[in-house]
């Protein structure tokens, strides 16, 4: 899957998940790069940066990764989100938020 289907179904879970007559608040953070699979389950610095993106993500967003931004800015379904710290990196992250068409 493409970075801009990677974020449609990541958005169209969020939305779905996120109704009214859920006691669940979604939020989408999503970074790519090489992973290692082992007994089902995957890691790597991206899995942990995905997952600190989703943490700062406000209820019904989907964040990305500066990477996945530049590829989804030239289809018009992202804007900046800004820079912020994550827990684990050093140095403030860059990361826009998905939008639909």
Do not use: W, Y
Not at 15 to 23: I, K, L, Q, V, Y
Not at 80 to 91: N, Q, S, T, V, Y
């Amino acid at each position: 899957m493409n970075c801009a289907g990677s974020a449609a179904a990541t958005l169209e879970l969020v939305e779905t998940f996120g109704t009214e007559s859920s006691n669940f608040t979604p939020r989408g953070g999503i970074a790519t790069g090489p992973v290692l699979a082992r007994g089902g389950d995957f890691f790597a610095p991206v899995v942990n940066l995905a997952g600190r993106i989703a943490e700062v993500a406000a209820p019904a967003e989907v964040l990305v990764a500066a990477s996945i931004r530049k590829a989804l800015d030239d289809k018009g379904l992202c804007s900046p989100a800004g820079r912020r710290m994550l827990e684990g990196f050093p140095e403030p992250v860059e990361l826009g938020t998905v939008m639909r068409p």
